[in-house]
């Protein structure tokens, strides 16, 4: 536990050697501090408004029942997953590596939902609206927004299954956005309602907050922040060890598994390689199966200590863009 209120909770590094996370490790991130704690699923209702021909009130039956059910194996990951490791040091929840999880999404398109309410000409953005709650009336509630074409793409899915289980309520029941490829910070738990707009979404969550800059390197300073910047919004690619952990003493001329996790927005993964050298010379590792092209991806690697002492490995993942 990071704090508790509003509840942010990280998995154990050694939960991800589970190709999918359970639900019961999965990480926990709200930004408000009033979460729901109980709902009645038999009133609750998810309200469709804004540009739309036909305004739509969907009860949980309705969604089961109106549209056809999509599922999808996707990772969802905080923008600021292994700030802790950040040099130089930046504010927020100090992650590691555990503000991420992989788990099988189970829901309705976004698409479906928006075509029964029948989109007008114009529309621009698509907002969607939690339900969890500031402690003082000046606290914007939690939304963010997609393009139209984003939301339609027939992607995006408004979850009400997480691992075959209803949405934990810490995670977010009863509906939770699913937006595969983009950090979760678009995720939007509690799910109550969607407003389409003919104008640019202008809330805080999308225009003060998660924000980066426009560098395509990403790269600023403490001493001179960006300027221009703009919403995050794709995973970028990222690889990390899970076994051996930091500081795990293992057998010298023994065979030791070496084996970590890469991921990003769902482009191809060509291939990650393993230094263990502190990053003199390099070797390929072995790329497991995929789950999908929105789960993580894993490696392995057996290597074998020839010497007492410590060892600095290194790991660095390309994918099928050079990056």
Known sequence: ???????????PLRIFRQDITPNEYFFVRWHLADILTRIDIDTFRLRVTGAVNEPLTLSMTDLKTKFPADSVIALAICSGNSRSTFNPKVAGIPWQNGSMGNAKWKGVRVK?????AGVKNGAVDVSFIGMDKGTMPSIPPYAKSLSIDHAIDGE??????????????????PLKLVVPGWYATYWVGALGAINVLTDSFNGFWM?????VTTDPNINESPEKLATATSPITTIKLHS???VPETGQQVAVNKPCMVEGLAFNDG????KVELSVDSGKTWVTTQLQPTL???SWRRWKY???PSAKGTHHLCVRATDINAH
Do not use: C
């Open 1 to 11: 536990m990071h704090t508790d209120r509003p509840m942010q909770l990280e998995t």
């Open 112 to 116: 479906d939902i928006l075509s029964m």
């Open 156 to 173: 995006v899915l408004i979850a009400y299954e997480m691992n075959g289980q209803p949405l934990p309520m810490l995670n977010g029941y």
């Open 207 to 211: 225009k003060k907050a998660y924000r």
């Open 240 to 242: 990390i060890f899970v």
């Open 267 to 270: 482009t191809d993964i060509q």
């Open 292 to 294: 999908g092209k929105y």
């Open 302 to 304: 057996n290597w074998t």
